[in-house]
C-alpha cells in the first residue's frame, strides 16, 4: 500500500450498548498499552450508527459453493466472478512490475472456491534506521514480476527488513466490511491491557480519503473493499484505476507510459476505465458466503471451551455482530443491506492489530507504533490452508502456537501447560473452523 495514512485522533465515549464482543475472563494484567507513545495511532473514531438493532439478528450464510449471499443476484455474482477470474494481458495494462495475472491466481482454495486464500505470497522490505521504519525505494512492496528483465525489481543493499505476506481468504469479507467501526473499537477497549488491539483508521479513498475503522490486509491496510480492490489491481496486477492512477515503479524508477508499459498510458490515467473491474471485485467480495465449518463433534466443542479458557479467544473473538441494516459506513460512500445488516460471523479474529512478537517490521497505515503488529489472524477457513501465520513459515498449527509470544504469550504458555488431551482438542477445533 503506497499512500499516506491519515488518523483521527478524537476521543469517544461508547455507550455501553455498542460492546458486542466479549473476551476471556482473565483479569488484566500489567502491561503497555501497544499505541501509547505513538500519536499516529489513535483510539478515534467517528460514529457510524446507533448501534440498536430493530431487526431480528441471524445467522450469516455460509459455504465454499460460489453462490450469493443475498448481496446480489446469483447472475450477476457469476458475471462479477468473471471479471475476478479473467487474465490480465500485456494490451489489459498488466505491469509494467506486478505479482500475478488475475485475482483468482491468489484467491482459490479450495479449488472451485474462487475468492479464498493460498499459498501463495507477496514479498516487503525496507530499513529500520533504530527509530523509524523507512520504506524501500519505490515502497516496501517488491514486485516478483515484470515486463522485461531490465526493470524486474530486486531487494537494494541497505533493507535488512524483510518479509513475505500469505495470501488471506476473502470470504465472508462482505460481512467484515459491515462490522461498525464502534464495535471494533469496543472490542479493543474490552480485551485486558496487555492483550488490547491496536485500533486504527484509514483512508476511504472512495470517499476523499474520510477516515473509518481498519479492517482489511495484515497491518489493517484498508477499511472497504472497494479501496482494497483498487489497491489490489495496481499492487498486484499493475492495473491503474480512479482509485490508484499511477503505476508502481520499479525500484524508484518511473516505467509507466513507456516500451514496458502495454497501454503506454501517462501517470494518471485510469487502466480500468472501461470495465470498471473494481467494482466487479468489490461485488463479487460482498455476494461472497463466510466460510463454513467443519463437523463438529465432541472433541472440537471440548476443543473450544479450552481454546476460550487458554486465552486464545481474547483476540480470535468468536462471534461479531454486523451493523443494522440501512445503517451508512464508509464515509457515507455504503448503506448495509439486509443481506449484510444484522448478521452473527464467526470470524474467530477481532480484526485488530497486535505484537505477538512475529510483526513484520513494516509501517503502512498504522504509524510507527504498529512496525511490529500485525492484524489478528481471523481463523474461519482455516481448514483450508496448509501455512500459517502472516508469513506462511508455520506449517503445522502447533508450530504457530509455538511462535506466539509477547500480548500472546500468555495463552500460548496455557496451551503447553494444557496436556495432551485438551491440546489435541483444541486443534480439532482449530481444524473444524
Not at 120 to 133: C, T
Not at 212 to 235: C, E, I, M, P
Not at 309 to 333: D, E, L, R, S
Request: net charge negative; with cysteine.
Amino acid at each position: 500500500m503506497k499512500m499516506f495514512r491519515q488518523i483521527v485522533t478524537t476521543m469517544l465515549i461508547l455507550p455501553t450498548s455498542l460492546i458486542l464482543a466479549s473476551c476471556s475472563s482473565q483479569n488484566d494484567v500489567a502491561g503497555a498499552d501497544p499505541a501509547a507513545g505513538d500519536p499516529g495511532v489513535g483510539v478515534a473514531i467517528s460514529e457510524e450508527g446507533s448501534g440498536v438493532h430493530v431487526n431480528a439478528i441471524t445467522e450469516a450464510p455460509s459455504g465454499f459453493d460460489n453462490l450469493t449471499n443475498g448481496f446480489s443476484t446469483q447472475a450477476a455474482m457469476d458475471a462479477a466472478r468473471d471479471s475476478f477470474e479473467t487474465t490480465e494481458s500485456f494490451a489489459d495494462g498488466i505491469g509494467p512490475v506486478f505479482n500475478n495475472t488475475s485475482c483468482v491466481s491468489c484467491h482459490q482454495n479450495p479449488f472451485f472456491q474462487t475468492g479464498t486464500g493460498s499459498q501463495i505470497s507477496e514479498l516487503r522490505a525496507g530499513h529500520f534506521d533504530g527509530v523509524n521504519f523507512i520504506d524501500h525505494p519505490g515502497g516496501s512492496l517488491i514486485n516478483d514480476r515484470a515486463n522485461d528483465r531490465s526493470i524486474q525489481e530486486h531487494i537494494l543493499s541497505g533493507n535488512e527488513v524483510r518479509t513475505f505476506r500469505t495470501t488471506l481468504s476473502l470470504a465472508g469479507d462482505g460481512f467484515v466490511e459491515s462490522i461498525d467501526s464502534n464495535t471494533l473499537l469496543a472490542i479493543s477497549l474490552n480485551q485486558p491491557a496487555a492483550q488490547r488491539g491496536t485500533f486504527i483508521q484509514v483512508p476511504v479513498l472512495e470517499a476523499g480519503n474520510a477516515v473509518r475503522g481498519a479492517r482489511f490486509g495484515w497491518k489493517n491496510q484498508h477499511s472497504t473493499l472497494l479501496s482494497f480492490a483498487g489497491d489490489a489491481y495496481v499492487n498486484e496486477m499493475g492495473i491503474t484505476n480512479r482509485l490508484f492512477p499511477t503505476e508502481n515503479t520499479s525500484n524508484g524508477t518511473v516505467v509507466q507510459g513507456g516500451a514496458f508499459d502495454g497501454n503506454k498510458v501517462e501517470p494518471g490515467s485510469n487502466e480500468d476505465a472501461a470495465d470498471n473491474d473494481i467494482d466487479n471485485f468489490t461485488l463479487f467480495m460482498r455476494s461472497m458466503k463466510a466460510p463454513p465449518r467443519g463437523p463438529i463433534t465432541a472433541a472440537v466443542t471440548a476443543g473450544q471451551a479450552s481454546f476460550t479458557q487458554f486465552g486464545c479467544a481474547v483476540c480470535h473473538v468468536a462471534t461479531i455482530t454486523t451493523a443494522p441494516a440501512g445503517t451508512v459506513i464508509n464515509a457515507g460512500a455504503f448503506t448495509v443491506p439486509a443481506a449484510l445488516g444484522d448478521k452473527n460471523i464467526h470470524p474467530f479474529g477481532d480484526f485488530l492489530l497486535h505484537d505477538i512478537g512475529t510483526g513484520d517490521g513494516i509501517v503502512q497505515n498504522g504509524g510507527q507504533g504498529t512496525r511490529n503488529q500485525v492484524r489478528t489472524a481471523p481463523l474461519w477457513g482455516l481448514g483450508s490452508r496448509t501455512r500459517f501465520m502472516h508469513d506462511g513459515a508455520s506449517v503445522t498449527v502447533s508450530d504457530a502456537i509455538a511462535r506466539h509470544g509477547n500480548q500472546a504469550a500468555t495463552a500460548r504458555t496455557n496451551f503447553n501447560n494444557g496436556g495432551a488431551t485438551a491440546q489435541a482438542n483444541v486443534l480439532a477445533f482449530i481444524f473444524s473452523l
